[in-house]
T-cell receptor, first 113, second 112 residues
Framework: GAGVSQSPSNKVTEKGKDVELRCDPI?????LYWYRQSLGQGLEFLIY????????KSGLPSDRFSAERTGGSVSTLTIQRTQQEDSAVYLC???????????FGPGTRLTVL | QKEVEQNSGPLSVPEGAIASLNCTYS??????FFWYRQYSGKSPELIMF????GDKEDGRFTAQLNKASQYVSLLIRDSQPSDSATYLC????????????FGSGTRLLVRP
């Protein structure tokens, strides 16, 4: 079946602009996660959704970052007033249930000029 | 600060050899352990998961877990050039079990 999909695959923006990143999880997966991977680094947890609720937003680096999930499916990660340090690959993952194995999407490479 | 440590490498092995990748973790309450493979410019791909002490084998891959030593490893037998990638160790957080804590990865190079 279809895996996790993300769009856009690449996004170049100017400092100070807002961006929206989209994630479509595997059908039927109730849990959804956002991670960030900076160049040469491991993955950094950002936020976790169970259904449409986000019980853990602890990894969001600042209040410029927000995320929502609607219909228990698609999620959008929004970064307001982007900064150069926001440049990274943003990865979305989903799992069948909260503690299940996480499967990753292809990621969105964000470059802030 | 909960941590997962891996040697960044590169670990270079000849084709056909056994590659041994190691990982230590700090959260003693962690229960789930994962190995992901990441090719350059691609997203992580699940290779193995292990929950119990001991060995778990899947084809050419064997995951080994020792909770007492807080150590998990991945062995790749008969290494192939196509195995050349970065291998990420991930461990679930004991107090937030859905959250994975990743190491920074070990780069493996398999020489033809």
């Amino acid at each position: 079946g279809a895996g996790v999909s993300q769009s856009p695959s690449n996004k170049v923006t100017e400092k100070g602009k807002d961006v929206e990143l989209r994630c479509d999880p595997i059908s039927g997966h109730t849990a959804l996660y956002w991670y960030r991977q900076s160049l040469g680094q491991g993955l950094e947890f950002l936020i976790y959704f169970q259904g449409n609720s986000a019980p853990d937003k602890s990894g969001l680096p600042s209040d410029r970052f927000s995320a929502e999930r609607t219909g228990g499916s698609v999620s959008t990660l929004t970064i307001q007033r982007t900064q150069q340090e926001d440049s990274a690959v943003y990865l979305c993952a989903s799992s069948l249930e909260a503690e299940g194995t996480q499967y990753f999407g292809p990621g969105t490479r964000l470059t802030v000029l | 600060q909960k941590e997962v440590e891996q040697n960044s490498g590169p670990l270079s092995v000849p084709e056909g050899a056994i590659a041994s990748l190691n990982c230590t973790y700090s959260d003693r309450g962690s229960q789930s352990f994962f190995w992901y493979r990441q090719y350059s410019g691609k997203s992580p791909e699940l290779i193995m998961f292990i929950y119990s002490n001991g060995d778990k084998e899947d084809g050419r891959f064997t995951a080994q877990l020792n909770k007492a030593s807080q150590y998990v490893s991945l062995l790749i037998r008969d290494s192939q050039p196509s195995d050349s990638a970065t291998y990420l160790c991930a461990v679930n957080s004991a107090d937030s079990s859905y959250k994975l804590i990743f190491g920074s990865g070990t780069r493996l190079l398999v020489r033809p």
